[in-house]
């Protein structure tokens, strides 16, 4: 669990430094550059699962970025994208790949590893914020009504996304049928109550 911690760090860290650097997009794929604050040697000294691990995260979250991205975005009602700090958007842009796509990893655990990194490297107050996006973003998840400021979003990755908010076994063995998916991609509309609700429970 402490190279897991120690690999998301990392991640957050090397994303973080491409963000500053206007890179997130033109970075070539598969990420091969190092990571941010690392040294080759230094690198070479880390142990293979944080840095199997560390990669796959930044690589995952370069790979579906414009998604991810439109998630975190149509839960933020009330702040820009831009305004929030590059910290935070990095710790949510992990968080929110890894809610999508690691099927092994339970969402409480993704939500409390969101809050440590930001404690360590944003701010107390921010950690309230981080936690009530991601809250808002599992209960929609779960509910199957995720909504996405992108429009072309991934039906596929969407399944999958679905699927693996079964922790509690209500989803279990449940079909999911393409008019669902296709509500729960939905572009929603920022004015709708729900949406407001949302916003309200995340600027807190």
Same mark, same amino acid.
């Given at each position: ?8 760090? +990392? ?21 091969? =550059? ?28 370069? =790979?579906?970025?414009?998604?991810? @991205?439109? *998630? ?9 994208? @831009? ?27 993704? +939500? ?10 944003? *701010? ?11 809250? /808002? +973003? ?8 995720? %909504? ?7 039906? @596929? ?17 449940? %079909? ?12 929603? @509309?920022?004015? %709708? /109550? ?5 916003? =309200? =429970?995340?600027?807190?």
């Amino acid at each position: 669990m402490r190279s897991r911690h120690k690999a998301r760090s +990392i991640a957050m860290q090397t994303l973080y430094s491409l963000d500053m650097n206007g890179r997130l997009r033109s970075v070539a794929l598969p990420y091969s =550059e190092g990571f941010a604050g690392f040294s080759n040697e230094e690198e070479k000294e880390l142990q293979s699962e944080v840095v199997f691990y560390a990669t796959f995260l930044v690589n995952g979250v370069l =790979e579906h970025l414009e998604q991810i @991205d439109g *998630t975190i975005r149509a839960y933020i009602r009330r702040r820009s994208f @831009d305004s929030v700090s590059v910290v935070d958007r990095n710790i949510l842009r992990i968080s929110v790949f890894t809610l999508f796509f690691c099927k092994d990893v339970d969402s409480d655990v993704i +939500i409390d590893e969101a809050v440590k990194l930001s404690l360590e490297f944003s *701010t107390e107050i921010n950690y309230r914020f981080i936690n009530g996006v991601l809250d /808002a +973003i599992v209960r929609d998840c779960k509910a199957g009504v995720l %909504k996405t400021e992108h429009a072309e979003f991934d039906e @596929d990755a969407l399944r999958s996304a679905l699927r693996n908010f079964d922790d509690a076994g209500a989803s279990s063995g449940m %079909k999911f049928d393409g008019d669902t998916v296709r509500r729960a991609i939905r572009n929603f @509309d920022a004015e %709708k /109550a729900y949406g407001e609700t949302v916003a =309200e =429970e995340s600027g807190k």
